[in-house]
């Protein structure tokens, strides 16, 4: 439940990626969005661990359909959903995959610009420990990096900060895909949290947990968007 309050004040007062690891490691967890066969996708989703917060609720906010790129966000109209999963835990790990993509990107979001809106975002938790977000109103949260696909003048693999969790948090553009490409993402998350957090380089937090979500609340032309993730890989 910390890290649900979190996702939700992190997502709202949104105001890196590390270099690409080159060795194979070892693969110690996955999550496939590829295996829905029958039945309803919240039940579907729910069943890996995951809980639909927010406009993910209404699916005439924000539209769940799984296909053969795996499982598609569509934002029709603006909106803000956050679909955690707090079941995660990888005590080991060094860098992350992600096969994933955007249809269609909300129009008008800019980092660079300030307007901090994505058609797809996945959270990753680091540790159990609490880092403060700099506010005495919203709820701190354990080390995050938010992990998200850009277009536009975005800086790729520049660690954003947000209007809050400056100590703890990063928010990163990792490629530049074009519209309805699937795209494999290799992302040195140990490596990053070293580099944002633990600059002594001496601790090895687990993965206490992720989220994937999305924000249109700024986005012009209705704040509709639409994106597909497929499958996330943790190797050590």
Known sequence: MR???????IFAVLVLAAPVCANEGKLVHVLRFS??????VEDWLQGK?????EDARYRNRIDLDVGEKGLTLEAKRRAF???P?????????????????VNKFPEGASYEQGVRNEALM????????????GSLFIPNSPYFIALFLCHGDDKINYPYEGAYF????????????ADGQLTTTRFDLLEAYRNYFDTERDHNPAI???????????????????AFIREIRFYR
């Open 3 to 9: 890290i649900i309050n979190s996702l939700l004040v």
């Open 35 to 40: 295996d829905y066969e029958s039945g309803s």
């Open 49 to 53: 661990g995951f809980q639909l917060n």
């Open 81 to 83: 959903g956050v679909i």
């Open 85 to 101: 999963n707090e079941s995660v835990d990888v005590t080991e790990f060094t860098y992350v995959e992600v096969d994933w993509g």
């Open 122 to 133: 996945l959270f990753i938790f680091m540790g159990d420990e609490l880092q403060t977000s």
């Open 166 to 177: 400056k100590k703890g948090g990063r928010y990163v553009c990792v490629e530049k895909p």
């Open 208 to 226: 206490s947990g992720l989220a994937v979500g999305l924000d249109t609340k700024e986005a012009d032309d209705g704040g509709r968007s639409s």
